[in-house]
């Protein structure tokens, strides 16, 4: 590439700044001093495409006009973290060192970037803001926040920016962008300010200039959907907004840049439906501005206008439809005006110059609060999330200095801005820096420059300023005139040595100037303004009815664009409208103006008039300045080479010229002469304390001067290269303080070995104190486990010895009695023995005639006793039928025969006495007897019998009436049994229950329920009973012959065989003195129905059967059971 650098900064060799060998890297390095070297140093660089030189910190940028091969990510990195002057000249070095000055100093920077329109300004602010992207930290949060960043930039400059004759790209807002920061440096948001925008360039542009690029980008795109849904041709001489009287130039890369922007708009933040209600705003301000108007004369001969119907209604139609506005009342509001009195609201018609007024002024105002939307949503994007204490870096990119042909309102703001950035440069670099060598008491001459405060005093005065005359006239009753103020501001600042007009009296003759025109000498020239527009422009007011309209539009952003547009605000309006002045309003009175820094809440109207542009800019612009002047700065100074945008061309009487204008002499010379760096004493040594042996580290004991002075010293610091001053230390080459920081950064390398060395000591310690005091649990733990675990086994152990030392001891003991007493016993026996035979020896001759028969005597005594004492002792029970006797020596057996015979009696007697007493009982036992006579051993169910007591009546006769009045009726006594039965039927075997009741007198068959009487018959007539063998329920009532021949024998059966038997013989016996005969037999003959049967029992099985089965077969009656 031809037009590239070979060395310096894009040949990616560096030198230090002293090898530099195009020109002098650093203005204040200049031999000779004075203005045609400075200029001819920047000469020579700039034709060697070096286009920055330092004055000391600050960095002169000359505009190349040229794409030069001076920045990449690479050559940030060169920079990054190196000193200001060890490289050459560049912005990124005064990035990084404001970069480095806010993290670790913590000391929040501001970049002013200064220099006329063209020179280079926003070029230099975007180069800062990627340096600053680049060299801070990455990752996914901080990468998002720095893309917005800088993807704002695209944004706002084709939103903001436009051609002008001096710069292609010429910005026509002013821009103060916050980056903030994390305390590591990181991006974490931004806040952009923006000032007024040159909203005029919507409706009209000078000769050769164009509209704001994004008319221009959005005709030139290749998206047909969009400029159809937009109504819109992509030629922008339909436009008459775009229309020039020179025919505006069309930039081929307005396509390109399109894509760029809306690519921008994206990352920022805006949707695609934002986007759409965006462009939808812009077509519609293209629309309006072909609407056009013709007069017509209303009846009463007034003057008025109306839509011009060959050109305008279908653009009309489509602004409307963009809009979504009431075609009507958009109309009505271009061509009448309401005039609102106390008592009377009035309409009045427009003239066809007025009508074209208001359409201009509302797309203006359409233009400029999108515009203030935009930048709005853009804060809303970038504002930092959460609560971080951010440090911030301050990029000021404001309109430069501009002189055209016609100078209006719009460059009187915006060279005053530019005064008012020249004077924070003077105060700061020039006025401070002076003032401090003669505070501190440093030998000083002083160096001149030009105070440019008398020009900003001209401007901004409270009293007598251009701004106040301008809002005076603005605010004042009647109808004020941009001449009325022109001859008001010669009345009051003609004596000014920067202000001209006609009525000057060195200008009485001159033509050059014109009658409506007033020349301001500024710090960078003399510039002529016009007053015409003057007042509308800083009045900027927006007719009411328009608001209203734009309020009621569908369109989703107009609401929020024109808040005002309420009837509640209106009325605010009027009414501060009617007590300022009687004469008011006009059509052209205020509804409103809305600001962007002061949003109008229609909900709560302020009940001040709304403020003019100019107050609004200049307390803007105050705040600024106080902005800036409360950050530390640091200056770019941009230099515009040629007024012919050309790529490298050397205009050096223009360039001469802004080098006077930005006091770029008297800043060499100040610089020159000063010191490169001071600082106060105890930060001085605060921060160079560590090279200062060990009297100033870790801690200086005395006086920082002093600390400083050592300090010094032991750096071995030439004299001549510092100077104390009364609370701070001046140091005169940047050569020396870089020094020192190399010095510092070795040093800063072993104090952080130092520090890692105690750090990593602490944390093996740390580690180790852990480790010991885990090993001392641990073995605390396993020692507690080990000697718990000996400690159980020798408990065990020891246990265990001692319960066989017990048990042994106690065996032994135990064995000790045992032989006590045998030995006790045998010692008995012995003794027995002994005395036995002791006295039976002496005892032996007489014992056979006296003690012999004695013990004889004794001994049998003794027995019968003891046989007496222990039958007594054995006697069986007093039941006689208990056979037990206890046993006897042979010896007693006859006197136990008697003894036994005498208890039996004894005990029968006792017996039988007990049935004196009770009459009842002797009668069970007599019926039992009898039983066990008649059955025993003959029935096999009579043992079960034995042990069930004879009941007799088991169904409750005697207390049931009916049969109480049957035996009543029948002469019966007594009842002697009466049970349910089964009767078996003569002829088929089969059974029925009935009840039997024998009485003392006959036996009764009756009905089981109802006890209605089937048979009688006396007892007399019973001939005999017959039962079986076997274990059955069965017995044969067999009656007499006379009997018999009635119905025959009866055949029962019941559980209580036994006891029917018995009391049935007793009841016989007792009526009729016979004794019942009792037939027990498996086998006999029944007299059943006059034939004799053969009753024939059998056991049914092995097993007992369920229940018998009876059944009878010709002659016999098998009963099986
Ligand atoms: N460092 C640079 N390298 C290459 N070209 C540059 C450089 N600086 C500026 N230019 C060129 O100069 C033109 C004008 O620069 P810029 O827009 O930054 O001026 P400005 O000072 O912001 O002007 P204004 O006050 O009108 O906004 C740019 O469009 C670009 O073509
Ligand atoms: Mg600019």
Redesign the pocket.
């Known amino acids: 590439m031809s037009d590239e650098k070979e060395s310096g900064p894009g040949s990616g060799q560096y030198s230090h700044l002293l090898d530099e060998i195009v020109g002098v890297g650093d203005a204040v390095l200049l031999s000779t001093l004075t203005e045609d070297a400075f200029v001819a140093n920047l000469k020579k660089r700039y034709e060697a495409k070096e286009?920055y030189t330092y004055i000391g910190n600050v960095v002169v940028?000359v505009?190349?006009?040229?794409?030069?091969k001076?920045?990449s990510p690479e050559l940030m990195n060169e920079y990054r973290s190196r000193n200001l002057f060890e490289l050459p000249p560049h912005i990124y070095a005064v990035a990084d060192d404001a970069y480095r000055s806010m993290r670790d100093h913590n000391r929040d920077q501001c970049i002013i970037?200064s220099?006329?329109?063209?020179?280079?300004?926003?070029?230099?602010?975007k180069?800062i803001m990627q340096y600053v992207a680049v060299v801070s930290e990455k990752g996914k949060d901080v990468d998002q926040v720095k893309k917005q960043l800088l993807q704002s930039n695209p944004v706002l400059e084709a939103f903001g920016?436009a051609k002008?004759n001096?710069?292609?790209?010429?910005?026509?807002f002013g821009k103060y962008m916050d980056l903030e920061f994390d305390f590591q440096g990181n991006p974490v948001g931004g806040v952009i300010t923006n000032y007024l925008l040159e909203k005029s360039r919507v409706v009209r542009q000078a000769k050769g200039e164009r509209n704001f690029h994004i008319f221009y980008l959005l005709l030139s795109c290749d998206n047909e959907k969009l400029l159809n849904d937009l109504n819109l041709v992509p030629e922008p001489t339909s436009y008459n907004f775009l229309k020039n009287d020179s025919p505006p130039s069309v930039n081929d890369d307005d396509k390109k840049e399109f894509q760029l922007t809306l690519n921008a708009m994206n990352v920022v933040g805006f949707s695609d439906d934002d986007v759409c209600v965006v462009f939808q705003l812009i077509a519609s301000i293209l629309h309006l501005g072909n609407v056009a108007f013709e007069s017509v004369s209303r009846p009463n001969g007034i003057e008025g206008c109306k839509l011009a119907k060959s050109t305008t209604t279908n653009s009309f139609s489509d602004a409307c439809a963009l809009l979504r506005a009431d075609k009507n009342r958009l109309q009505k509001s271009f061509t009448l005006k309401k005039v609102e009195t106390r008592w009377e609201t009035v309409e009045k018609s427009l003239t066809k110059a007025e009508a074209a007024y208001v359409r201009d002024a509302l797309c203006k105002a359409i233009y400029d609060r999108l515009f203030n939307w935009l930048v709005q949503r853009i804060n809303s994007s970038i504002k930092i999330k959460g609560k971080t204490k951010k440090k911030i870096i301050g990029v000021l990119?404001?309109?430069?200095f501009?002189v055209f042909d016609t100078n209006s309102f719009e460059q009187f703001i915006i060279n005053y801005c530019n005064e008012k950035l020249q004077q924070v440069f003077i105060e700061l670099t020039l006025r401070c820096e002076q003032d401090e060598y003669v505070r501190e008491g440093i030998e000083w001459e002083h160096v001149d420059y030009f105070d440019n405060s008398v020009i900003c005093d001209l401007v901004d005065n409270p009293k007598t300023g251009v701004l106040t005359l301008l809002d005076d006239d603005c605010l004042r009753p009647g109808n004020p005139t941009d001449l009325a103020f022109l001859r008001k501001l010669n009345q009051k600042c003609i004596s000014h040595a920067h202000y001209e007009s006609r009525a000057s009296r060195n200008l009485l003759g001159q033509h050059s100037l014109g009658q409506d025109c007033f020349r301001l000498l500024h710090y960078a020239g003399k510039v002529t303004y016009s007053v015409n527009g003057f007042l509308d422009k800083n009045k900027d007011f927006l007719y009411r009815d328009l608001s209203q309209a734009m309020y009621s539009c569908d369109h989703p952003l107009l609401k929020t664009l024109f808040p005002e547009g309420t009837k509640k605000h209106i009325n605010y309006i009027i009414q501060a409208n009617d007590d300022d002045d009687d004469d008011a309003p006009t059509a052209f009175e205020p509804s409103n103006r809305i600001d962007p820094a002061l949003p109008c809440d229609p909900e709560h109207p302020s009940l001040k008039r709304p403020p003019t542009a100019g107050f609004q800019f200049k307390a803007s612009v105050g705040e600024l300045m106080k902005n800036l002047m409360a950050k530390n700065p640091n200056y770019i100074r941009?230099i515009?080479p040629n007024e012919r945008?050309q790529a490298l061309v050397f205009d050096e009487s223009l360039i001469l010229h802004q080098v006077r204008y930005l006091g770029l002499m008297e800043n060499v010379k100040v610089r020159r002469a000063g010191f490169a760096y001071r600082h106060q004493y105890d930060q001085m040594l605060m921060r160079y304390k560590m090279l200062g042996g060990p009297k100033t580290w870790p801690k200086w004991v005395g006086h920082p001067k002093e600390g400083v002075r050592h300090l010094l010293k032991t750096l071995g610091v030439k004299k001549g290269e510092y100077a104390f001053g009364r609370t701070k230390i001046f140091i005169r080459n940047p050569a020396t303080l870089f020094d020192l920081e190399d010095r510092r950064r070795a040093k800063m390398h072993d104090l952080a070995t130092l520090i890692q060395k105690v750090f990593k000591g602490w944390l093996q310690w740390r580690q180790y104190q852990e480790m010991r005091y885990a090993a001392t649990v641990i073995a605390s733990v396993w020692k507690g486990y080990q000697d718990r675990t000996r400690y159980n086994s020798l408990r065990n152990a020891s246990i265990v010895m001692q319960s066989v030392w017990r048990g042994w001891l106690a065996r032994r003991e135990y064995r000790a009695i045992i032989f006590e007493i045998r030995a006790s016993w045998a010692v008995g026996i012995i003794a027995k023995f002994y005395y036995g035979w002791k006295v039976r020896k002496e005892y032996r001759k007489k014992f056979r005639a006296i003690a012999g028969p004695k013990v004889i005597r004794y001994l049998r005594k003794y027995i019968r006793y003891r046989f007496l004492t222990r039958l007594a002792d054995n006697l069986p029970s007093k039941a006689p039928f208990d056979r037990k006797w206890p046993p006897c020596n042979p010896y007693f057996q006859e006197a136990s025969s008697s003894l036994r015979e005498i208890h039996h009696r004894w005990r029968c007697k006792l017996y039988r006495e007990r049935f004196k007493t009770n009459p009842a009982l002797k009668l069970v036992y007599v019926e039992k007897l009898q039983a066990s006579q008649t059955f025993n051993g003959k029935k096999a169910s009579y043992a079960e019998s034995v042990s069930q007591p004879f009941r007799g009546d088991y169904v409750g006769l005697k207390n049931d009436r009916a049969w109480n009045e049957l035996a009543a009726s029948l002469n019966e006594t007594r009842v002697v049994w009466a049970d349910l039965v089964m009767k078996v039927n003569r002829t088929n075997g089969k059974t029925v229950q009935r009840i039997l009741v024998i009485t003392t007198q006959s036996f009764f068959v009756l009905d089981a329920r109802s006890l209605r009487l089937f048979y009688r018959v006396s007892l007399a007539h019973l001939a005999r009973v017959s039962v079986s063998q076997l274990a059955d329920d069965f017995f044969v009532f067999h009656v007499t012959k006379e009997e018999a021949a009635k119905k025959g024998d009866y055949i029962f059966q019941n559980h209580h065989v036994v006891e029917i038997v018995t009391k049935t013989r007793r009841a016989v016996l007792a009526l009729s003195k016979r004794n019942l005969a009792v037939q027990i037999a498996n086998k006999f003959e029944a007299n059943l129905g006059n034939s004799p049967v053969l009753v024939q029992f059998s056991p049914g099985g092995s097993e007992p059967l369920p229940a018998p089965v009876c059944k009878r077969r010709g002659q016999q009656l098998d009963i099986l059971v």
């Not at 505009?63 to 030069?68: G, M, R, S, T, V």
């Not at 220099?115 to 602010?125: H, P, R």
């Not at 001096?166 to 026509?172: A, G, I, L, M, P």
């Not at 990119?397 to 430069?400: H, P």
């Open positions: 286009i940028s505009n190349p006009y040229k794409k030069l001076l920045y970037i220099g006329e329109s063209g020179a280079g300004k926003t070029e230099a602010s180069i920016n002008t001096r710069n292609d790209n010429s910005s026509r990119d404001i309109y430069g501009e941009c515009k945008k």
